[in-house]
């Protein structure tokens, strides 16, 4: 499964981007789908995932901010992040999950100015 993260650019601080990804296949068969993010120097954190029930969970940074959500038709899940701060400026990466196996998109760079 190959994934493409994008969406990323440069916004304002309050402002909104919506990141895409895009499977490679038919995401039936996945187990997770999600986005991380990662800035130089720290660990990547969890942004958001769904899972194949619709379970959904968010990093305590973005509850509140940021919408996952999922089109199974297009083989696609979306980030729509509202009321961006500075701190979420990071690389977003999506991901997804299939029994033992976990993917990762190339990442799509969000940066937010103050």
């Known amino acids: ?27 039936f068969s996945l187990n997770v789908r999600g986005w991380y993010r990662q800035v130089p120097g720290k660990q990547r ?19 509140g901010r940021f919408t996952i959500s999922r089109d199974v038709r297009q083989n696609s ?6 009321g961006l701060r500075p701190e979420d400026t990071a690389v977003y990466y999506c991901n997804a999950v299939r029994g033992p196996s976990v993917y990762w ?9 103050s």
């Open 77 to 82: 899940w979306y980030l729509q992040m509202n």
């Open 1 to 27: 499964v190959q994934l493409q993260a994008s969406g990323g650019g440069l916004v304002e601080a309050g402002g909104s981007l919506r990141l895409s990804c895009v499977a490679s296949r038919n995401i």
């Open 45 to 63: 954190e969890l942004v958001a995932v769904i899972g194949s029930g619709g379970n959904i969970n968010y990093g305590d940074s973005v509850k």
């Open 105 to 113: 998109g190339q990442g799509t760079l969000v940066t937010v100015s």
